[in-house]
């Protein structure tokens, strides 16, 4: 495997690799305070787990956009050049699997921050 194609594959994961991380922070989060019975925890008049789940969700949404923006332009720049079906397929893969992400991000995110932590 060439190096721009390690590139463009890991492009096209990026968006379930930031979903997965965040997955994980927001739930692993969750079941420590509860577990350590802390979750009742205010920061700056915020409850802990909400606060983490809302910082969690906004960086993983911002990351998420940043590859759909990028997969985007790759995507453009592909088109109007002299690219291969691999590469165009790539970037069509990357965008949509970066815009399954940030709808899968939102999904998660919104629902755990309405919830109550300990339920």
């Known amino acids: 495997m060439t190096r721009r194609r390690f590139w463009q594959v ?15 922070l927001i739930y692993g989060a969750t079941s420590t305070t509860c577990a350590l019975e802390v979750a009742e925890t205010r920061l700056l008049g915020i409850g802990i787990v909400p606060a983490v ?14 590859v759909l923006t990028y ?20 970037s069509q893969a990357a965008i949509l699997i ?12 919104l629902p755990a921050l309405i919830l109550p932590a300990c339920a």
């Open 10 to 24: 890991f492009m096209m994961l990026c968006g379930f690799i930031i979903w997965a991380v965040q997955f994980t």
């Open 53 to 66: 789940i809302a910082a969690v969700t906004l960086a993983a949404f911002l990351c998420t956009a940043g």
């Open 71 to 90: 997969a985007l332009r790759e995507h453009r720049r592909l088109q109007s050049g002299n690219a291969g079906v691999t590469d165009i397929f790539l």
């Open 98 to 109: 970066s815009a399954f992400s940030i709808a899968a991000i939102v999904w998660q995110g």
